[in-house]
């Protein structure tokens, strides 16, 4: 499955952003959707991911409660809506494809989106 995340930028603290990750139609109905991010100098993280069919969401204790995962099935895209930003969430975001039930780990993950850049000022 191919993925393209986009919606990234510049935001202040405490402000939002939605970002998007478009997938190919063709397997999509059968993957969990995760999103990712990684830091400078730090290893890729777990943010959340939601289960295409059921609809279930997971989301990592960091962002529990600000960000929020969800889908369009007409649209074949995924969002991450994340709300009171942190200068801490600065990092590139990636969404990923799995076809695992549960999948908290990057090695579940079979197909990457190029990521998008999110840059939280003070």
């Known amino acids: 499955v191919q993925l393209q995340a986009s919606g990234g930028g510049l935001v202040q603290s405490g402000g939002s952003l939605r970002l998007s990750c478009a997938a190919s139609a063709r397997t999509f109905s059968w993957y969990t959707m995760g999103w990712f991010r990684q830091a400078p100098g730090k290893e890729r993280e777990f943010v959340g991911y939601?289960?295409?069919?059921?609809?279930?969401?997971v989301h990592a204790d960091s962002v529990k409660g600000r960000f929020a995962i969800s889908r369009d099935n007409t649209k074949n895209t995924v969002y991450l809506q994340m709300n009171s930003l942190k200068t801490e969430d600065t990092a590139v975001y990636y969404c990923?494809?799995?076809?695992?039930?549960?999948?908290?780990?990057?090695?579940?993950?079979?197909?990457w989106g190029q990521g998008t850049l999110v840059t939280v000022s003070s």
């Open positions: 990923a494809a799995s076809n695992k039930i549960a999948p908290m780990k990057v090695s579940q993950y079979d197909s």
């Open positions: 939601i289960n295409w069919r059921s609809g279930n969401t």
